[in-house]
């Protein structure tokens, strides 16, 4: 670790094992376990704001009380100053509190109300006996007087107080430990936008004076412009993108990361009646993630199969018929037939129906009877076999291999087959769609 790397994630794990049904276990099933983060790397240099973003649900959060140890990793390891803080015993993590230190996205919440405001700000320095009672008293009220409240202020409970205000209570708690690194978990996700712009400045302002170092959460991609110094855009427990701000935000090169800044609201009038092309589609189970690229299944630039020609939109479209009947098949039984049905026009119209529901028109090419049969094969609830139709005749080499990250230069980095010079060959082997590079 360079030493101006303050902290460094190696190949970050957190599964979560789900306890199993009564059914499950009557039946020996096996619930597959959420993957919320899998196999994330990053370091943070010392002094910067490093933001991490990405849809709801995706792992940030989880990524963040990984680092402190909040939650218990599965696998990689963090360093803090080339100190693995996952091979620290109690004590030795104790004393590292003090250096590390978190901001939560609900101030009420993560506040206790049968405590007054100088009970929780004094708590840290309780905690690590730090200081006599009286310095304690005057390490809060400078403390409290730094982020905007007053010493009047300091009998208060958290009731008492405004949202903005609360949080600045949080930020004063996270600080006056005096730590090096601050993780801010959505910190004014939850408050006004007038007042998130004063929390966002005091921010600012802290950092400078104190020298910190910042791991900024969150989705809202305005806020994160406006206060971070580089960005990670994270998907289904996987990073897609890393880089500068504002080179990710000028020049983004994931797909994924196109199609969230495409979704920010725009202010300039000249804009409003643009067609906003955002990321479509559900977002798949982490349970159950999809084989190579996590995104390949809602992604618009998908690559086709060297073979054929699609239009794009009809080529994801049989991507997501693809993925459908490998997942989640019971969602397609609405157009199925029963057993003992063989009227050919009977399942013709229901395979059309299901063409029709997934966007794939007639074709005038070789591509046309794979479709077609597929679709037949799906009506008669032959799912597995319709699935090993589409994927013998469509593969990407977006589903079959599992792209890394790779260096595109200036600090920036960026998991897409798109940006490789020369991708990886598609396995030769009749079931390769349905292997996994990483098992």
């Given at each position: ?9 190696e ?16 039946l020996?099933?096996?619930?597959p ?27 940030k ?5 990984t ?17 693995n803080?996952?091979?620290m015993?109690?004590s ?20 206790n109300?049968?405590l ?9 320095l309780d ?5 006599t009672?009286?310095e ?17 202020q300091?009998?208060?409970y958290?009731?008492e ?10 930020i ?8 090096e ?61 890393i880089?500068?701000?504002d ?9 994924y ?11 300039d ?29 809602r992604?618009?630039?998908?690559i ?9 939109e ?9 993925h ?6 019971r969602?397609?039984?609405?157009y199925t ?40 094969l799906?009506?008669q609830?032959?799912f ?22 790779i ?6 980095e ?8 020369e991708p ?16």
């Open positions: 670790m360079s030493s101006d790397t303050l902290v460094s994630v190949d970050l794990e957190k599964h979560f094992d789900p306890e199993d049904s009564f059914l499950d276990k009557l020996n099933l096996e619930t376990p959420v993957q919320a983060v899998d196999g994330v790397s990053f370091d943070i240099k010392r002094g910067e704001t490093f933001g991490l973003v990405g849809e709801s649900g995706c792992g959060s989880t990524i963040g009380k680092i402190l140890r909040l939650l218990e990793p599965t696998g990689g390891a963090t360093y803090f100053e080339d100190e803080i996952y091979e015993d109690k030795e993590l104790n004393t590292l509190r003090q250096d590390i230190q978190i901001v939560f996205q609900d101030p009420f919440s993560s506040l109300p049968r007054t405001v100088g009970e929780i700000v004094r708590e840290p905690i690590h006996d730090i200081g009672k009286a304690r008293r005057e390490k809060v009220v400078a403390m409290l007087e730094r982020v905007g409240l007053s010493e009047d300091i009998d208060r958290p009731r107080f405004s949202g903005g205000q609360r949080q600045r209570i949080c004063a708690r996270a600080l006056v430990l005096e730590p690194f601050i993780l801010l978990d959505e910190p004014v996700s939850a408050l006004d936008v007038s007042v998130q712009a004063q929390v966002l400045n005091l921010l600012d302002d802290l950092q400078k004076e104190f020298g910190l170092t910042y791991l900024f959460i969150a989705h809202d991609l305005g806020v994160v412009r406006y206060i971070c110094d580089r960005v990670a855009v994270m998907y289904l427990g996987r990073l897609v993108e880089g500068p701000t080179m990710i935000f000028d020049d983004p090169q994931h797909p990361t196109r199609a969230l800044l495409e979704s920010i609201p725009r202010a009038l000249q804009e409003q009646h643009r067609t906003i092309e955002g990321v479509s589609g559900d977002v798949p189970s982490p349970r159950n993630p999809p084989n190579g690229c996590r995104f390949h299944t992604c618009r630039d998908v086709q199969p060297p073979d054929f020609e699609f239009e794009q009809t080529w994801q479209n049989l991507v997501t018929l693809q459908r009947l490998e997942t989640n098949p969602s397609l039984s609405e037939i029963d057993e003992d049905t063989s009227d050919k026009e009977t399942i013709a119209r229901h395979a059309s129906r299901i063409r029709e529901v997934f966007g794939l028109p007639t074709l005038n090419s070789d591509a046309e009877s794979v479709i077609n049969k597929a679709a037949h799906a009506v609830g032959n597995s076999e319709a699935h090993q139709t589409l994927n013998n005749a469509f593969t990407t080499i977006c589903r079959t291999r599992d792209p890394s990250g260096d595109i230069g200036e600090d920036r960026v998991a897409c087959f798109l940006c490789y010079d990886p060959s598609i396995p030769k082997t009749p079931d390769a769609s349905t292997e996994n590079d990483n098992d």
